[in-house]
């Protein structure tokens, strides 16, 4: 009786110092984060630059695309050496096209990839400032912890108990 009275003492005197220590958790919305970054705001006008310089090279020839075909269409009898070109200046405006979406896609990517790495190197430097214990990743349709101070971490124990407890079912 003695032995279960002193447990249960132990464990209340546990609870309660664990009650004491209180954890600091921030909450991140990571979209709005990501849309306010400055570095972020900077390569997006790198993209737009490029946008609208691939833009003027591709509205040019789409515009000559344009012209041949009209005029193609007013002809009678359409030379074979015209509609060779027509079908050639046709098939790289397309490519041009193609190509241009495929290296903006990349560029965003590659931009994203670099923003995305340089919040993660600062949300430990973030935690270590405000004394955070846990960051929590708030957005979209996801929420994740970001952030957990190396104490907090209970794998090495929760790991011992799982395998324990497959152990002993077996």
């Keep these: 009786m003695k032995a279960k009275f002193f447990l249960l003492l132990i464990f209340v005197s546990l609870l309660f110092i664990s009650c004491q220590q209180r954890e600091t958790i921030i909450i991140l919305n990571i979209d709005r984060v990501f849309e306010e970054f400055d570095m972020q ?27 041949m075909a009209d005029e193609l269409e ?17 098939k790289r405006s397309s490519q041009e096209q193609v190509r241009f979406e495929e290296e903006k896609q990349k560029m965003v990517e590659e931009y994203d990839q670099m923003i995305i790495q340089r919040i993660n190197l600062n949300i430990p430097k973030f935690a270590e400032k405000t004394g955070a214990d846990i960051i929590i990743s708030m957005g979209g349709n996801y929420s994740a912890a970001l952030f957990v101070s190396p104490e907090k971490d209970l794998s090495e124990d929760f790991i011992k108990f799982i395998n324990a407890e497959y152990h002993d079912a077996l």
């Design 41 to 67: 705001k900077e390569l997006r006008q790198s993209v737009d630059q490029f946008i609208s310089h691939e833009k003027g090279r591709s509205d040019s020839l789409t515009s000559v695309v344009n012209r």
């Design 74 to 90: 007013n002809m009678e009898q359409v030379p074979a050496d015209k509609m060779s070109l027509y079908r050639e200046l046709f």
